[in-house]
């Protein structure tokens, strides 16, 4: 399958739901979909297109915080990314896709640990990677976090 069928495929079973496409080349395309359209998105790319998920990184874009998930279409090397934009930094939440694909749940614990994002519907939101004693609240990927200062004494 080329990206233009891909792009088409898409396009054909959303329509109005999605806000912009940018495909890159051949090989890379990007679409840009409301967060609450998430789970239809990721069925539709994951079990009809047959395309594997790869993983999903996050972003801080300053005012909003923005989700990419990244797909693979193996046979092709065609690469699909989904950018959902979560506008309420405060309280950034969108729907899990662990019941689509279980392989999501490494990474939206640690999207939630580093940025604070919530996963509506991922029971298991406990922290992956920074020590026990890291404050809450605190998430070390956003563009405000503030490290803490050292203390420059030698023991």
């Known amino acids: 399958m080329k990206m233009d069928e891909l792009l088409k495929n898409i396009s054909n079973r ?3 739901d999605i806000l912009n496409v940018n ?3 051949e090989k890379r395309a990007y679409i840009d979909i409301y967060p609450k359209d998430i789970k239809a998105f990721v069925r539709y790319i994951f ?15 300053f005012d909003s915080l923005e989700i990419l998930y990244h797909f693979s279409h193996d046979p ?4 699909i990314s989904l950018r959902a934009m979560l506008k309420d930094k405060q309280d950034p939440h969108i729907d899990t896709i662990t019941d689509i694909t279980r ?3 490494w990474i939206e614990r640690e999207l939630h640990e580093l940025f604070g994002i919530e996963f509506n519907g991922n029971s298991d939101l406990r922290p992956l990677l920074l020590p026990d004693d890291w404050p ?4 070390p990927l956003r563009k405000d976090f503030q490290p803490p200062k050292r203390d420059s004494r030698k023991d």
């Open 103 to 105: 392989s999501a749940w």
């Open 23 to 25: 495909k890159r080349s």
């Open 14 to 16: 959303f329509g109005k």
């Open 136 to 139: 809450k609240g605190v998430y």
């Open 47 to 61: 079990k009809d297109l047959s395309c594997r998920f790869d993983t999903a990184s996050g972003v801080d874009d």
């Open 76 to 79: 092709s090397g065609i690469t």
